[in-house]
């Protein structure tokens, strides 16, 4: 059995199974050690054969800035799993100009956070066919406006077919955002005993999210249930995390809960 730390926190959890006590309502808690999709990855952009007809004979004026459509590059068919290609050419299409502008991502820089890309369902009528357009449906959050961003992509034209923005939506947390919230946590004096139970584990200092592995779960607000600091999780984007010494125990966080939208963390009254 591996080591468990009792000292700060109370029970570091040595196996996969969480109960997670209180009377906030979670959603969307992914298994231990997942992660979300690949971040990386940007597309090259170059000059199409107008531009270079147009760059011959006498010098003209200064062309507008416009953007490069991103590259196909790998593309599946059917309702193969969407390729690596198709996750970041579809995340590209989908974040416009003005998205990237306005919105807000979960470290407060420009540009939406981006949660996830998956492959859409096939439209109506569209099921039999063998050239079936291949579309997918990327979702941001807009930490500036507290919104939900779902955006439906057709592969084969490259255009945005469909948008929905929703408030008070929570889809499971991205990578990003579990360790963003695991930097505040570290950073707030909560977050003294879980970084004490860390050292204990590993005669080390905590001081980034890089050395825990990091999974959580929404936290929307229940009425009475919470300090009053925590009364917008639901409309604000909340996690509690469960976090794991590397090679080592869990650390029993659960009693706390970071509002990664307001950047604060609040404790729970465990009982």
Known sequence: ??????????KVVAGAAIAVAGTAVMVGITLPGTAGADESGEDGSGRS???????QGAAAAPPGVV???PDEGDRGTGNDPLTDDELERAAKLAASPQMRSAAEDVDG???PQRVGVDLAEPE???QAR????????????DYKADTLVTRTVNLDTGKVEQTTTER??????SRDEYAEAAKILIADPLGAGMKADFKDATGKELTSPDQLLLNGAV??????AQPAVLDKCGDHRCVRLFPKVKNGPWIDARSFVVDLSARKVAKLDMG
């Open 1 to 10: 059995m591996r080591k468990i730390v009792h000292r700060h926190l109370g």
């Open 49 to 55: 054969a107008q531009q270079a007809a147009q760059g």
């Open 67 to 69: 953007e490069q459509a």
């Open 109 to 111: 820089d420009r540009g």
């Open 124 to 126: 109506s009528g569209e």
């Open 130 to 141: 063998a050239d079936a357009p291949r579309r997918a449906e990327v979702t941001f959050y």
């Open 168 to 173: 008070g939506v929570q889809p499971p947390l």
């Open 219 to 224: 936290y929307r607000a229940a009425p009475g």
